[in-house]
Every structure is written in C-alpha cells, then in structure tokens.
Nanobody
C-alpha cells in the first residue's frame, strides 16, 4: 500500500502562485508514476498533469500548459506542482494519485489517491 498526502493549497488572488506537494509513504520502493487531478464544485474530476517515475516524461492538460510545472524528488518521495499565473478557473480540490508503471492521463488507471487539497483563486 502507498499513502499519499497533499499539501500547499490555500486561498490566493488571480495572478499569484502556489506550490503543491504530494508526499508518499508506505510501499514506495516500486516505480510509481504520479498524476494530479482536480475537481471544481459541480464538475467532474479532470486530469491536470502527470509525471513518470524518472521525471523524463510529463503530460499537461491544455488548460495549464505554460502555467503549471510538475517535478519530483524521488529521494524524498515527493512530487511538486508549481502553479503560476493562477486564474479563478483553477479553483478546485487538487488530488495526487500514483500508479505503477508508466504515467497516464486517465484517472481510472491510478490505484492510490490522496485526500486532496483545496485551491481557491479569487478574482
């Protein structure tokens, strides 16, 4: 089992930045790809970004390209999501998820999920 904990969310103004962290514990010896997903009020959860175990492959939703950057520090079992130029449409609960093998943009392929962290962007 792998446990994931997100942190770093909060209330910011449009144009501000936030950095989210996703820290894994438990059975972290395997190679896990990590994805970030978000769910806004009244909407379905959607893909944001994913990163492979090595960090060499990343995938971004069109809505965040150029503004968000994903990275990871495997020595610390942590994945980071740097979010710049935030807009009100980025308001959502952000979840990190992990899966063995290659990264994926499909949430149903992820086995482990964190509890989520709220990001609120005011206009």
């Amino acid at each position: 089992q792998v446990q994931l904990v997100e942190s770093g969310g909060g209330l910011v103004q449009a144009g501000d930045s936030l950095r989210l962290s996703c820290t894994a514990s438990g059975r972290t010896g395997s190679s896990y790809a990590v994805g970030w997903f978000r769910q806004a009020p009244g909407k379905e959860r959607e893909f944001v970004v994913a990163i492979s175990w090595s960090g060499s492959n990343t995938y971004y939703a069109d809505s965040v390209k150029g503004r968000f950057t994903i990275s990871r520090d495997n020595a610390k079992n942590t994945v980071f999501l740097q979010m710049n130029s935030l807009i009100p449409e980025d308001t959502a609960v952000y979840y990190c998820a992990a899966r063995e093998g290659s990264s994926s943009t499909y949430e149903r392929t992820y086995k482990y999920w964190g509890q989520g962290t709220q990001v609120t962007v005011s206009s």
